[in-house]
C-alpha cells in the first residue's frame, strides 16, 4: 500500500504518519524530515534549501523528487509508503506517478486532513520536540508533567523548528493554499481521495484513518 498524507502544516501528518507506520508496517517518507536532516549535515542539498525553508517557500521540485526517489530505492519493493508533505505542487505529483510505476508501485489512497487555519497557527507557534527521543509536546496544550523535563527520556534539553513562527506559518500555509491543495483534482479523477477531520483529537484522528485504511 503506497498512500500520501496531504493538509496544510500542523494538520498532523507527522503525527498520524508515525502510528500508520506501526499499525500497517509502512514507512513514512517525510520530506520536510529529509530536508531538515540534509540542512543539519550541512550536504549541497541543504545548504540549497536552508533559506527557502526558513522562508515558509518552497525547494525545488527537482531536489524533492530526487530525494523521493532515492529514498524509494533503498527500501524493499514490498513496503508500503507513506508520503507525508510530499508531493506539494503538480509537477511533483507527476514526478511521483513516474517514480512510482518506474519501481512498479502505485498509490492507493490520497488522504486529506482538513483543518481550520486559525487553529493551525496556535497548533505550530507553541509545539516543540524533546532533543534527545523527539517526543513532542506544546506550550499551551501538552506540557511535560513537570516542567523543561522530558515525560518519555526525561532529557532536559528541548527544540523548536526555525520555521515554526507565526510569519513564516502563514507563508507556508499560503504555498499550502496555491500550490499543493490544488493537486487534489489530479487524485479525484482517480477516485482516490478520501477527507478526515484533523481538528479532532490524535486517536480520533487515527480511528478515521484507520478506518479508510483497513
Ligand atoms: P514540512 O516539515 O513538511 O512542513 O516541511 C518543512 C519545509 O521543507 C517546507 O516549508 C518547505 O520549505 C520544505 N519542503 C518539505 N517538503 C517539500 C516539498 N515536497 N516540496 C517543496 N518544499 C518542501
Do not use: W
Not at 507527522?14 to 517518507?29: I, S, Y
Not at 527557502?52 to 529514498?71: K, N, P, Q, T, W
Not at 513496503?79 to 509537477?91: E, H, L, N, Q, W
Amino acid at each position: 500500500m503506497n498512500i500520501i498524507l496531504l493538509g496544510p502544516p500542523g494538520a498532523g501528518k507527522g503525527t498520524q504518519a508515525g502510528l500508520l507506520e506501526d499499525k500497517f508496517d509502512m514507512v513514512q517518507l517525510s520530506t520536510g524530515d529529509m530536508l531538515r536532516a540534509a540542512v543539519k549535515a550541512q550536504t549541497e542539498v541543504g545548504k540549497k534549501a536552508k533559506a527557502v525553508m526558513d522562508a515558509g517557500e518552497l525547494v525545488s521540485d527537482a531536489i524533492v523528487s530526487g530525494i523521493i526517489g532515492d529514498r524509494l530505492d533503498e527500501l524493499g519493493p514490498d513496503k508500503g509508503v507513506i508520503f507525508d508533505g510530499y508531493p506539494r505542487t503538480a509537477a511533483q505529483a507527476h514526478a511521483l506517478d513516474e517514480i512510482l510505476s518506474e519501481r512498479g508501485r502505485k498509490l492507493d489512497h490520497v488522504i486529506e486532513i482538513a483543518v481550520d487555519e486559525d487553529a493551525l497557527v496556535d497548533r505550530i507557534t507553541g509545539r516543540y520536540t524533546c532533543a534527545n527521543c523527539n517526543a513532542g509536546y506544546h506550550d499551551r496544550h501538552k506540557k511535560p508533567s513537570t516542567e523543561g523535563v522530558c515525560d518519555v527520556c526525561g532529557s532536559t534539553e528541548f527544540k523548536r523548528r526555525p520555521d515554526d513562527n507565526e510569519d513564516t506559518v502563514r507563508t507556508r500555509m499560503t504555498e499550502y493554499r496555491g500550490k499543493t491543495a490544488p493537486i487534489l483534482p489530479i487524485y479525484e479523477e482517480r477516485n482516490i481521495v478520501s477527507r478526515v477531520d484533523g481538528m479532532g483529537g490524535i486517536e480520533e484522528v487515527s480511528d478515521a484513518l484507520n478506518a479508510i485504511l483497513s
